[in-house]
């Protein structure tokens, strides 16, 4: 087996794999702002990860543990996203007398995965095809690895977009849904000295006083309407008929790094510092307010973290630190914040001229 390693926030996770499908699938999905080095690390990896071809070996590993040992079987989450019920995913997990463990989920990804007595070696493999096993791959190097570490250390995950400036400062774009993170996120890659870089997840924690970020990206969801109103974005949806272009069933998913490639734009290799939070809504007229109160009841719920958060922490390697993520959260909403009013493109860039004036 050829092997990469993966790291980030002082996590090293070396990946074993067979194919280079999932090899691939995996690069595109994390690095950056993951770091990948081809052959295994040179450091001490926190856990070894390994693509399994045949998922027969897994199976009859567990089958011979059935036989001989105990075992005790429950039903966990993979995935439990707080207002998507049809995004569930359920698994059965047998736990063996070692400390050993395996989950089958329950859906049509088929994802079986076998983690040893000490959840450092985790073999993943699948009934279906190779992506599936390169995404669940992505999810525990991610959500279950770099992201749970840093929820330990008082990390908060918040539902927002990442927007970062010329200077590499980053603005959090945080709302409910149809407020305009997409919006926002597309026309800062349009403008020149501004990238955008996930538009769905945003880990953030204290770091000698500053707010650090480590984005999710993720396929996002876009309306072909949006779309229409880039050059570089227009071909992505063969659709043009004005009836389907702001119809919600007419939403489509587009890979996060083939937007960025279209404008062109680079992704950091390191964290983020936040230093401002817009809260956009869509309307008629254009303002755009420095907020003199922060607004809670809009920023609160919009945290993902702890019971709320839409990839539970089955791995278990790290336990969230409460009282830290309290601190994180009054550090937060510190920071200057604005309110936008807007109904067009042009709208979002004099908002995000208005917001730069502050830095």
Known sequence: MRSISISSCGEVIDLLYVSNEVRDLVIKDLAPPYRIEEGNSNRRPSICVSEVDDINQLLNKAKRKVELQHNKVKEIYLRKPANSPNLVRKASEQIFEDGSRLISSQDESGIVVYLDQDGKNIEIGSHGPRREIAAEIRRVVRDQVVISKLES???????????????????????????????????????????????????????????????????????????????????????????????????????????????GKPVPNEPIEIKSIVFPRYGEDFICMRNDNFPVD????????????????WLKKYVRNEAAAEKTITQLMKLTSFNVLWATPKDISKALENVSRFY
């Open 153 to 263: 250390k008082g990390a908060v995950t918040v539902h927002s977009a990442l927007l970062v400036n010329g200077d590499g400062l980053g603005v959090l774009i945080v709302g409910t849904q149809g407020a305009g993170k997409t919006s926002f996120f597309l026309t800062a890659l349009a403008q020149p000295g501004w990238t955008s870089i996930s538009c769905e997840r945003n880990t953030i924690w204290l770091e000698n006083g500053l707010l650090r970020c480590l984005p999710s990206p993720e396929k996002i969801s876009f309306f072909p309407g949006i779309l229409y109103q880039f050059e570089e974005t227009r071909n992505f949806s063969k659709k043009t008929e004005e009836e389907f272009t702001w119809k919600r069933s007419e939403k489509f998913h587009i890979h996060w790094r083939d937007i960025l490639d279209r404008f």
């Open 298 to 313: 809009i920023f609160r719920p919009e945290i993902q973290t702890g019971c709320k958060q839409p990839h539970p922490n």
